[in-house]
């Protein structure tokens, strides 16, 4: 007999008398790296009037944008380059390097100083009924329901801390209208930026032309 997969669960109507679990994230030790589209830039908050693209903890209806980064190279490529290409192939894994020569990667960080606040989704939040299925779904009405309580939520959160469902690895949501992000840096094309080739080699990718 096998199961079905469920929905995922939506916030509760109570969730603001629940304390939703804490992350700081100190900016003069962290590192956050985007990697973009060369034409839009680093800086990108996403909503439904910005794009016709919807993400994972994007507002259901455009109240606030979000602007998603992470703190690894490595979950930025499988966030926004690889995601599904590398399920059930067999070797070669392979990228062109025209396609990645549309993009580049910039180091971010705050307008402001200090810490980002974060709603962490990536410790056990069984008592906000939250299960790693809005993480992992492929459809966002839920996730993005979530976002929206999260957003509302007394404890005043600077965005999400969440786990990739692609890298399994934390990846970060942040909205737009309680953080500004700026770059650190210029961008870097991506074939010319030094995590790179480490990142192909660990993987056993090959960079084709």
Not at 18 to 25: G, H, N, T, W
Not at 52 to 68: E, H, N, S, T, W
Not at 148 to 166: C, E, K, M, W
Request: charge should be neutral; aromatic fraction near 8%.
């Amino acid at each position: 007999m096998t199961g079905t997969a469920s929905a995922p669960s939506l916030p509760p109507s109570d969730l603001n008398k629940r304390s939703l679990p804490i992350i700081e994230l100190d900016l003069t030790t962290t590192e956050l790296l985007r990697i973009h589209n060369r034409k839009r830039g680093p800086i990108f908050y996403n909503s439904t009037t910005a794009s016709k693209v919807v993400f994972r903890f994007d507002a259901p209806a455009a109240q606030y944008g979000v602007l998603y980064c992470a703190q690894s190279f490595d979950t930025c490529m499988a966030e926004t380059i690889v995601r599904a290409r590398f399920e059930n192939v067999v070797l070669p894994l392979v990228l062109t390097e025209s396609e990645l020569s549309e993009r580049s990667v910039t180091a971010i960080t705050a307008d402001r100083p200090g810490t980002l606040k974060l709603a962490d989704f990536t410790v056990n939040c069984l008592h906000l009924g939250l299960t790693g299925q809005v993480m992992a779904h492929p459809t966002y009405g839920e996730s993005n329901a979530w976002s929206l309580a999260v957003h509302n939520h007394p404890q005043t959160v600077d965005g999400i801390y969440f786990r990739s469902r692609y890298a399994n690895a934390p990846s970060i949501a942040l909205f737009e209208d309680r953080v500004m992000m700026v770059p650190k840096e210029p961008p870097t094309v991506l074939p010319a930026s030094p995590h790179l080739a480490p990142f192909l080699n660990r993987f056993q990718v090959e960079l084709r032309a």
